[in-house]
């Protein structure tokens, strides 16, 4: 058992670690259990997160990626869906009349004037 008031800490802060990498481990484990066509695209965020979070190494996530692709093909992005056609209109912003700022040219060089050889 830890006695002091730092070993403590990093007890419960371990705990609680070990506990969502736990309850992470076993959503990607679903996941790749019932993966299909339909939620390909979730199955991959949630592989991305477990290698991003260290829970699996960035190979393995790799590999796993490419067999989901070469088994389902890639996901098709999903579009935002639209609830009326007004919210599709974008608001007119105002334009700013901002003045151009003029491009510095680069460096120049001196001319540097030759020394008279002695």
């Known amino acids: ?8 800490k990093s007890l419960r802060v371990s705990l609680t670690k070990k506990a969502q990498n736990q309850a992470n481990k076993i ?18 965020s949630l592989i991305d997160k477990a290698a991003k979070t260290g829970l699996i190494h960035k190979n393995k996530a790799g590999r796993m990626k490419s ?11 999903e579009k935002p869906k639209v609830k009326d056609q007004k919210s599709k209109v974008e608001p007119k912003t105002a334009k700013t009349t901002t003045k151009a700022k003029p491009v510095k040219k680069a460096l120049e060089k001196k001319p540097v004037a030759k020394k008279a050889a002695k």
């Open 1 to 8: 058992m830890p006695i002091t008031k730092s070993a403590k």
């Open 27 to 44: 959503a990607l484990d679903k996941a790749l259990k019932a993966v299909n066509k339909e939620n390909v695209s979730k199955t991959i």
């Open 67 to 77: 067999q989901l692709t070469k088994k389902f093909g890639t996901p098709a992005k």
